[in-house]
């Protein structure tokens, strides 16, 4: 396929002017990055359970003659600041900025509870917090979804930091990609990039 061909022919990708090999391309040069970051993750997932030393570290030591001794004061601070998130949540609150956008505000707060409700926004909030905190970044994402009597419904959700990567040169919102990993058939590859996604 011709470089930045239209990428209506790709396999369902729409309005992007990048090809299927240039989207590949552009993800696997930034996994570098975020490997580093996962496997730092996975360390603070040891952390977190109160063993701050993974099964290579435990056998450096032994060669050593030293002995492997997990940190468990580590895990009692997070414990203590995650514990304390969840007794002190927070909500999205909009707030009017000119006397004539009141009730819009007040309509948008209305909005949010009802997406905070829907999303049980209490404990996925707390499970966001407790991957940025304890384990490397934490990631929610907006979707929407269909309820049962066919009803469009806004929900917010947690998504393992280690499923999702984005432009590692970003600063702030300006990155040019968000991706959110998933388990595909390698035929299917190029309908996962959608740049229309970004987020």
């Not at 011709?2 to 022919?9: C, E, F």
């Not at 790709?10 to 930034?30: E, P």
């Not at 948008?108 to 384990?135: P, T």
């Amino acid at each position: 396929m011709a470089r930045h061909q239209k990428a209506k022919s790709l396999y369902g990708v729409k309005d992007t002017k990048y090809s299927a090999s240039d989207l590949v391309t552009i993800h696997t040069s930034h996994i570098k990055y975020f490997d580093e970051l996962w496997t730092r993750g996975r360390e603070n997932e040891l952390y977190r359970t109160g063993s701050n030393l993974s099964d290579k570290q435990k056998d450096d030591y032994t060669r050593q003659d030293r002995i492997p001794f997990p940190n468990a004061i580590t895990c009692d601070k997070l414990n203590r600041i995650i514990e304390s998130q969840q007794k002190s949540r927070t909500s999205v609150k909009a707030e009017a900025t000119k006397p004539d956008s009141e009730v819009k505000a007040e309509l948008l707060n209305v909005r949010f509870k009802q997406i905070e409700k829907d999303s049980n926004f209490a404990h996925i909030g707390s499970r966001i917090f407790e991957s940025g905190v304890a384990f490397m970044y934490g990631v929610g994402e907006i979707v929407a979804e269909y309820d049962r009597n066919g009803n469009r419904v806004i929900k917010i959700k947690d998504v393992n930091y280690k499923n999702c990567i984005w432009d590692s040169n970003a600063v702030s919102a300006d990155a040019l990609f968000l991706v959110d990993e998933a388990d595909i058939l390698t035929f299917s590859l190029p309908t996962g990039y959608d740049l229309k996604r970004r987020r």
